[in-house]
T-cell receptor
Framework: GAGVSQSPRYKVAKRGQDVALRCDPI?????LFWYQQALGQGPEFLTY????????KSGLPSDRFFAERPEGSVSTLKIQRTQQEDSAVYLC??????????????FGPGTRLLVL | GENVEQHPSTLSVQEGDSAVIKCTYS??????FPWYKQELGKGPQLIID?????GEKKDQRIAVTLNKTAKHFSLHITETQPEDSAVYFC????????????FGGGTRLMVKP
């Protein structure tokens, strides 16, 4: 079946521009996660949805970052007034919860954002 | 929150040799330990995982061991092949209801033919 898809795959933005990154999770997956991966580092958690509810946004670096998942499937990560330090790969992952925790997270290919 | 340390940061082996990558974690509540492989320009791909009710798990050339007392887990790749060359990440969830993952810093594995 289809995996997690993300679009666009690459985005070049001028500093100050707003961007929107899209994630299509695996069909039926309740949980959706956004991670940010800086060059040469491991992914870092940004935010988490269970269905349409955003249950944790503790990893969002500033109020310029906003995520939504209005119908509990597709999610959009929006970054307003982009800054150079926002340049990174943005990864989306989805999972189907396990009763005892530790659900496997399946990652998309990521969106590589470069802010000039 | 959870803190995951991963070593080494780079590892070079000859084709056919074994490779071992080690991770430590801080939160004793962590009960799930996945390993991901990431190739250039791609997202992380799960290669193996282990849950806290077992100490070792094997899948062909790949194995993971877990020591909950010492709070460390390791990835073992035997009979390495050039296509094993990639960046490998360990992760742990810590104690959070959503099971978001905290990742190690990654190990760049290079398998020389």
């Amino acid at each position: 079946g289809a995996g997690v898809s993300q679009s666009p795959r690459y985005k070049v933005a001028k500093r100050g521009q707003d961007v929107a990154l899209r994630c299509d999770p695996i069909s039926g997956h309740v949980s959706l996660f956004w991670y940010q991966q800086a060059l040469g580092q491991g992914p870092e958690f940004l935010t988490y949805f269970q269905n349409e509810a955003q249950l944790d946004k503790s990893g969002l670096p500033s109020d310029r970052f906003f995520a939504e998942r209005p119908e509990g499937s597709v999610s959009t990560l929006k970054i307003q007034r982009t800054q150079q330090e926002d340049s990174a790969v943005y990864l989306c992952a989805s999972s189907s919860p396990r009763a005892r925790g530790g659900a496997t997270q399946y990652f998309g290919p990521g969106t590589r954002l470069l802010v000039l | 929150g959870e803190n995951v340390e991963q070593h080494p940061s780079t590892l070079s082996v000859q084709e056919g040799d074994s490779a071992v990558i080690k991770c430590t974690y801080s939160d004793s509540a962590s009960n799930y330990f996945p390993w991901y492989k990431q190739e250039l320009g791609k997202g992380p791909q799960l290669i193996i995982d282990i849950r806290s009710n077992v100490g070792e798990k094997k899948d062909q050339r790949i194995a993971v061991t877990l020591n909950k007392t010492a709070k460390h887990f390791s990835l073992h790749i035997t009979e390495t092949q050039p296509e094993d060359s990639a960046v490998y990440f360990c992760a742990a969830p810590g104690n959070n209801a959503g099971n978001m993952l905290t990742f190690g810093g990654g190990t760049r594995l290079m398998v020389k033919p």
